[in-house]
């Protein structure tokens, strides 16, 4: 593992163990070079997924867009960061285990919508409104609205 301080090649596992959740490793590591310390995360994947945009473009799936797209979305909410990981985590097993190595963006955005309709209704209205490109108020309160009919 390269050194992100320095880049040296060769650096040290120090400690590991499993996350909370058993889906990684994590490894603290030490430089010899520079004596930084910095820790990594080592995950199993199951095979190479790429996902497909609307438009046609290719490009790898990558894990920390998930993440980092739920935590914006919940971001303030009161969901501990390690129930998101934990969800992120599900919706990757589910991505990888579809059999399919390319996955349409919109099958992604609807996975992510249905986690968070289940988590926390704000994150969830948040994140609609990037991924359905609301331009206006009004398509907030229509979105709404049409949250109330199905809860009714």
Do not use: W
């Not at 120090?14 to 030490?30: G, L, Q, V």
């Not at 790429?50 to 919940?74: C, H, W, Y």
């Not at 948040?126 to 199905?150: C, H, M, P, T």
């Amino acid at each position: 593992m390269r050194c992100p301080f320095c880049g040296h090649d060769d650096t040290q596992v120090k400690d590991s163990r499993p996350t909370e959740d058993n889906s990684a490793i994590r490894r603290r590591r030490f430089c010899p070079s520079c004596g930084a310390r910095f820790t990594t995360f080592e995950r199993v994947q199951l095979r190479e997924l790429t996902v497909v945009k609307t438009n046609g473009q290719r490009e790898p799936f990558d894990r920390e867009k998930l993440l980092r797209s739920m935590r914006i979305a919940l971001r303030k909410r009161p969901v501990d960061a390690d129930r998101i990981d934990r969800i992120v985590n599900s919706l990757v097993r589910q991505l990888e285990s579809s059999g399919e190595s390319e996955i349409p963006s919109k099958q992604i955005g609807e996975m992510v919508m249905g986690a968070l309709f289940n988590l926390d209704q704000v994150a969830y209205v948040r994140y609609a409104s990037v991924y359905r490109d609301f331009r206006e108020a009004a398509d907030f309160n229509e979105f709404v609205g049409s949250l109330k009919q199905e809860a009714n």
